[in-house]
């Protein structure tokens, strides 16, 4: 790989012009940002980039949430972003479908490319964005409406409007986050009457529904159970093979189990990032080590 | 210690002394049953209050009841729903209280349309769309509308809102004569009439409407709104497709208690629907509803006793009656589509 060229591409991405930017998409979708995390994770992150940030910084009013961030996203991997509560996780997972879009007085420079593209430039459709880039959130937020609905809601979107091509969707995407069998008599039924990790389960399905690439998820285990945690896990490590993954924890065992790479966010920094068999057991930094051994945060 | 000393927990100085005085009162009190009096009174001054409501209740249904009885005793149930005239006074009387029945819904469906479309649509703005600048400055406004003595939309119906609506229809009748092809075709809008109390109910009733349905529309929790968004809705599907069916139940209370309003609402009709009950759907002639009658008689000449002062009595448990059924409709229909987020 041409490295030092790609990473004077890198440094300069703020000042360049989005048409240079689109016309090396390929050399972009390798750019190694972090040569220590691609050094561990080398072997196995041979699939492309599909998601990058690139010097993200964020503040909501004057208050920097994010400074320059910047990592890459390899299509068909978990990853995990760790860090103590309030570093910027979730902050930052809601970049990547511009969901900060929403909260009032917040404000993000730097890019997110998806498949190459620039998804903060003007013109971009965050509806198509968001059909592309799924989420999962904390707490279960099903609307209150039959299971049905729920999760024909993304596709109808879209506008699709057929019954049976719906039916086939929301059998599909039940079936893809392992709650088909527990729900395929009770479609018609309010989504509300559901346990908390079916809740979940059914916004994982929800999310599935509209074929997205990526998948955000933000403590989704946070509110279930062990046996919901290991099921959504499970599930997580059967969606690999079609979907990048993304997912914020406070669970260490929970990175350490299903991730392929882990980012360390300390004070809305990314401290390090790299393999997560590597991150877990042999950290290059001491602050990553005093995170993940307990002894901090 | 503080037991062994008495003497220090009467120096009031402070120090160790005044902590130790403080020790011994605290361990005295758990032991006192001091308080007790105050709470035994304060159940029963609450029990009271409650108990006032309960009877208020029953005192009402007792009143309308007895005072009633002797006029069901002239005239029978099915003379009182099946006539088609409601001529107490006159003579032969008649006692079709369907006439006014049909006033009352008359103008609260003509509120009705113009109120509960209005102020649900207000609410949604307010609670989705305006920034919380513009939010701040409407909603003191909207309630401030809701102050408004009632009596004070009454004159504003007769001698605004009337006049207007007859300008504009008068305006308007070369054109209606042209699309209908009848060159004698004269519509017209009597002065009083119940249209105009329809509108001015309806600009009554559109605070509530509006304050109540964006309540209920701001408690829609925000990460109902956010897995909405994620899905890649626009903010019109997030509102129209998410938030109001979330928030349908108190949407619903809101719009039967603002029907119960205008079909209660006395003042308004009295003042611009006129005094002339009769069975008709045209809201542009005078018309008469139960609370205009029971205000006619009771401010009236009618000898008390006689059977035309006990119609006023019959009247309004009929009135009474409608408002029970609407708020038992109410809150079944609240159950209904309630959703418990927790
Ligand atoms: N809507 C907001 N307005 C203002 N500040 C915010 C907002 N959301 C988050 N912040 C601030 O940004 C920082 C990062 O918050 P964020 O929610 O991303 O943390 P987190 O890492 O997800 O924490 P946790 O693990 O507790 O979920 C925090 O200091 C927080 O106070
Ligand atoms: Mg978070």
């Known amino acids: 790989m041409n490295t030092s060229s790609l990473s004077n591409l890198a440094d300069k991405a703020m000042s360049e012009s989005p048409t240079r930017k689109a016309e090396t998409p390929s050399a972009r979708n390798s750019t190694p940002q972090f040569n220590v995390a691609m050094a561990a994770a080398g072997e196995q992150n041979a699939t492309p980039v599909i998601v990058e940030a690139e010097k993200i910084n964020l503040f909501y009013g004057t208050k920097q949430a994010l400074k320059s961030v910047s990592i890459p996203f390899h299509q068909n991997t978990i990853s995990a972003l760790i860090g103590p509560s309030g570093c910027g996780k979730s902050t930052f997972l809601r970049c990547l479908n511009r969901m900060n879009d929403l909260i009032e007085g917040c404000r993000t420079e730097g890019e997110v490319t998806l498949s190459g593209e620039n998804i903060y430039t003007k013109g971009v459709d965050t509806v198509m964005l968001r059909q592309r880039v799924g989420m999962v959130f904390q707490k279960p937020n099903p609307f209150p409406m039959a299971i049905w609905d729920n999760i024909a809601y993304g596709p109808r979107l879209r506008g699709i409007k057929n019954k049976a091509v719906l039916g086939e969707i929301v059998e599909e995407s039940l079936r893809g986050a392992a709650l088909w069998d527990e729900v395929k008599d009770d479609l018609k039924k309010s989504a509300l009457g559901l346990s908390g990790g079916q809740q979940q389960r059914l916004c994982i399905a929800r999310a599935l529904a509209t074929k997205p690439e990526v998948l955000l998820m933000d403590e989704p285990c946070s509110a279930l159970d062990p046996i919901s945690t290991l099921k959504v896990e499970e599930l997580m490590r059967e969606l690999r093979g079609a979907y990048t993954i993304i997912i914020v924890t406070h669970n260490m065992q929970q990175a350490a189990r299903v991730s392929d790479t882990t980012a360390f966010f300390l004070l809305g920094e990314l401290i390090e990032m790299g393999a997560s068999a590597k991150m877990f057991t042999d950290p290059s930094d001491k602050r990553t080590e005093d995170y993940i051994t307990g002894r901090f945060g | ?342």
């Open chain 2, 1 to 342: 210690m503080a037991m062994e000393n008495p003497a220090t927990s009467q120096i009031p100085v402070a120090g160790g002394a005044a902590t130790l005085g403080s020790v011994a009162k605290n361990s005295e009190s758990l032991s006192a049953t001091r308080k007790k009096p105050l709470e035994i009174a304060l159940f029963w001054i609450f029990a009271l209050c409650a108990a006032v409501t309960v009877f208020t209740t029953f005192g009402i249904i007792a009143v309308l009841v007895t005072e009633s009885a002797p006029f069901f005793r002239e005239v029978s149930l099915a003379r009182f729903f099946g006539e088609k005239e409601w001529a107490p006074l006159f003579n032969p009387p008649h006692y079709g209280v369907l006439s006014l029945i049909c006033g009352t819904f008359l103008v609260a469906a003509g509120a009705a349309l113009f109120s509960l479309p209005m102020g649900l649509l207000a609410a949604i703005y307010l609670s989705e769309y305006a920034s919380p600048r513009a939010r701040n400055i409407m909603k003191p406004v909207l309630e401030l509308l809701a102050g408004v003595p009632t009596v004070v939309y009454g004159y504003f119906a007769l001698l605004f809102i009337t006049p207007l609506l007859q300008n504009g229809l008068e305006s308007m009748t070369p054109t209606l004569q042209r699309v209908t092809g009848n060159p004698n075709l004269f519509p017209t809008i009597e002065v009083f009439n119940a249209l105009s109390a329809s509108i001015a109910i309806a600009i009554m009733t559109l605070p509530l409407v509006a304050s109540l349905c964006e309540d209920s529309l701001r408690v829609v929790p925000r990460a109902l709104r956010e897995g909405a968004y994620a899905l890649g809705a626009t903010k019109m599907e997030v509102s129209l497709k998410v938030v109001v069916p979330a928030a349908l139940s108190g949407i619903m209370a809101s719009f039967i208690l603002a029907v119960s309003r205008a079909v209660g609402e006395t003042m308004i009709v009295a003042l611009a629907a006129g005094a002339s009950p009769k069975i008709t759907l045209n809201p542009l002639e005078s018309i008469q509803t139960m609370t205009g009658y029971i205000v006619q008689v009771s401010m009236g000449d009618v000898p008390h006793g006689s059977i035309g002062y006990q119609t006023i009595f019959a009247v309004g448990l009929v009135l009474f009656c409608i408002t029970v059924l609407m708020n038992l409709a109410s809150i079944s229909l609240v159950k209904k589509y309630r959703h418990k987020y927790d």
